[in-house]
């Protein structure tokens, strides 16, 4: 008579996110995408500086919307750092500019701080998790 000996339940990795860490994500990715249009419209027909050249400067902003959807850590991180280049340049142009410029300058700021805020919660709320089940997050 032979008996199996139960195994010990391992702890099942969690595959759904927390509330707070969907609507987290879901306000980086929506305020990304619409810095992004913001920054599009601007540059192509709302007030376009020069030729409209510096419409390139959404293109950044469009690389990590897979990585925001998927919950990728890694993109978290370097979007709120790099996130910091878009408010510089919107408290810039919103002191220095008149008008409509001036406008979509200050839109940008709150956009990017929103950005950034999302982006900060999104990872200390993993971490905090991580750090509770006594494991680190997989692309950490």
Sequence with gaps: MSTLAAAPEMPSPRTEPTPRERGSRHLAFLATLALALVCLAWELWLAPTGRGTLAIKALPLLMPLAGLWRYRMYTYRWVSLMIWLYVTEG????TSERG????????????????FIACAAQIRLRLAQARQAGDTPKDA
């Design 100 to 115: 409509i410029g001036m406008a979509l300058a200050w839109v940008e700021v709150v956009l990017s701080v929103t950005i």
């Design 91 to 94: 408290l810039v142009r919103g």
